[in-house]
Structure formats: C-alpha cells, structure tokens
C-alpha cells in the first residue's frame, strides 16, 4: 500500500488550498482516514479525521475554516483550507486505514508542505 499526497504550496494569508492523499495497492477497504500536520519545530498535531461513516473530527484551531472529505470509491482523503492563517504553515501528511487481505493497520503520506505567507 502507498500513499501519495498532492495540493501543498505557497498561499497568502486569507487564501485556500485543497489537499488530496489518494491510496493504492492491494486495498480491500478503508476505515479512518485523517490529516496531520508538524510545525518546524513542534510536534505532529491532528488536523481533522473522517471515519468510513462519514464522521468528522476536527482540531479547534481550524474548526470552521478546514473541511475534510473522502472519496470511498477511489481511496482517497481530501482537505479543503479556507481562510489560512500564517500558523498554518506545517508539512500536512495523510493517513489511510486501510485493510489488505494480510492486516489492518494505518499508512502515512509523504507529506506536503503549506506555507502561508504574504
């Protein structure tokens, strides 16, 4: 199984990004799919995570500005960033639950970078 991560750049403050993190392999099903982030500096933090139900949770500092959204049929996690603010400056990596016929168990993204900056 590997994840590939796309959408990072360079926004100004106030501007959007969309994040994608699609999944390939052997992959029989998905269960939690989430975003994370680390901060030069600082620890990896949770962003949002979306359950196979369609359950969200989100981290207060980006309630209300992040959206994260998946695609079942095509493995896939999105992150859609509105409103950004210079802290939310990180390497954002995806991670995928995903169930192959040997196990279950969590996949990382490689991560890609956002920079907000005026």
């Known amino acids: 199984v590997q994840l590939q991560a796309s959408g990072g750049g360079l926004v100004q403050p106030g501007g959007s990004l969309r994040l994608s993190c699609a999944a390939s392999g052997s992959i029989l099903g998905t269960k939690v799919m989430g975003w994370y982030r680390q901060a030069p500096g600082a620890p990896r933090e949770l962003v949002a995570t979306i359950a196979s139900s369609g359950t969200t949770n989100y981290a207060d500092s980006v309630k209300g500005r992040f959206t994260i959204s998946r695609d079942n049929a095509e493995n896939t996690v999105y992150l859609q960033m509105n409103s950004l603010k210079l802290a939310d400056t990180a390497v954002y990596y995806c991670?995928?639950?995903?169930?192959?016929?040997?196990?279950?168990?969590?996949?990382w993204g490689q991560g890609t970078l956002v920079t907000v900056s005026s």
């Open positions: 991670k995928i639950e995903c169930v192959t016929i040997l196990n279950r168990k969590d996949y």
